[in-house]
């Protein structure tokens, strides 16, 4: 179970799962790449304060699953390392980007998750007056 994380003004749980993949879904994401990428998005966590949970490297896609303080949109964050990633990998790996002047695809998977089902945050938010009358 994560632990729930403050700042001066908010206590959260900011929980979110990205898949995303290169252009066109070609498995370009080699052994070489995949270690590169992955010290690359520790850095970008470290610089930003997200906290890489997990990171899945396929050859083909990406699984990421971060905590992030409440003011970084899920947007803000794929933005961070789709962005920070492409510079990279044009500039060390020219020879993937072929036809596409992007490395990734514009589109991504987001969820949020915590350590509740929605179910149980929608029953507590209904049992509140119940509780505030007791």
Same mark, same amino acid.
């Given at each position: %179970?994560?632990?729930?994380? #403050? $700042?001066?003004? &908010?206590?959260?749980?900011?929980?979110?799962? +990205?898949?995303?993949? @290169?252009?066109?879904?070609?498995?370009?994401?080699?052994?070489?790449?995949?270690?590169?990428? /992955?010290? !690359? +998005?520790?850095?970008?966590?470290?610089?930003?304060?997200? /906290?890489?949970? *997990?990171? /899945?490297? %396929? @050859?083909?896609?990406?699984?990421?699953?971060?905590?992030? !303080?409440?003011?970084? &949109?899920?947007?803000?964050?794929?933005? !961070? +390392?789709?962005? $920070? #990633?492409?510079?990279?990998? =044009?500039?060390?790996? @020219?020879?993937?980007?072929?036809? &596409?002047? #992007?490395?990734?695809?514009? &589109?991504?998977?987001?969820? $949020?998750?915590? =350590?509740?089902? *929605?179910?149980?945050?929608?029953?507590?938010?209904?049992?509140?007056?119940?509780? *505030?009358?007791?």
């Amino acid at each position: %179970m994560q632990e729930v994380k #403050s $700042t001066r003004h &908010s206590v959260y749980l900011c929980n979110y799962h +990205f898949v995303f993949i @290169p252009k066109y879904r070609k498995a370009i994401l080699n052994d070489t790449v995949k270690t590169d990428l /992955e010290e !690359l +998005f520790r850095k970008i966590a470290k610089k930003y304060e997200i /906290e890489i949970i *997990a990171l /899945e490297i %396929m @050859p083909d896609h990406i699984h990421l699953f971060v905590n992030a !303080l409440p003011r970084q &949109s899920p947007a803000y964050i794929i933005k !961070l +390392f789709k962005g $920070t #990633s492409a510079r990279f990998i =044009n500039q060390k790996y @020219p020879e993937l980007k072929q036809h &596409s002047v #992007s490395i990734w695809t514009r &589109s991504y998977f987001v969820s $949020t998750a915590g =350590n509740m089902s *929605a179910d149980t945050v929608k029953r507590y938010i209904e049992d509140q007056w119940k509780n *505030a009358k007791n």
